[in-house]
């Protein structure tokens, strides 16, 4: 079992900042994936940034509306998964949750491929 702890939401204007952190306890891997989704009210669950796990090496995936403004980091001698956040907008609103999977090396970036979900912390942008 896993055990994922986000933090770090609240509410800030336009064009602010926030850093979101996911503390991981149990029998995490370092080699599972790990990330970030969020949830809009009336929307789907949906990829933010997810750091992917494969024999071949470590990639860094990001939904495109956050390219260049969201930097996801972890830290394996924590165990703990970091999502920093500029420049946000209004449209960044959502509840967000952290996730990882149970098997290392395991594929997919759909909320479905992941085992282990946080509770979720609200992060709200206003105009």
């Known amino acids: 079992q896993v055990h994922l702890v986000e933090t770090g939401g609240g509410a800030v204007q336009a064009g602010g900042s926030l850093r979101l952190s996911c503390a991981a306890s149990?029998?995490?891997?370092?080699?599972?994936?790990m990330g970030w989704f969020r949830q809009a009210p009336g929307k789907e669950r949906e990829f933010v940034a997810v750091?992917?796990?494969?024999?071949?090496?470590?990639?860094?995936n990001y939904r495109d509306s956050v390219k260049g403004r969201f930097t996801l980091s972890r830290d394996n001698t924590k165990n703990t998964l970091y999502l920093q956040m500029n420049s946000l907008k209004p449209e960044d609103t959502a509840v967000y949750y952290c996730?990882?999977?149970?098997?290392?090396?395991?594929?997919?970036?759909?909320?479905?491929?992941?085992?282990?979900w946080g509770q979720g912390t609200q992060v709200t942008v206003s105009s």
């Open positions: 996730a990882t999977k149970g098997v290392a090396f395991k594929p997919g970036l759909r909320p479905g491929n992941f085992d282990y």
């Open positions: 750091i992917t796990r494969s024999p071949s090496g470590v990639t860094t």
């Open positions: 149990g029998s995490v891997s370092s080699n599972s994936d």
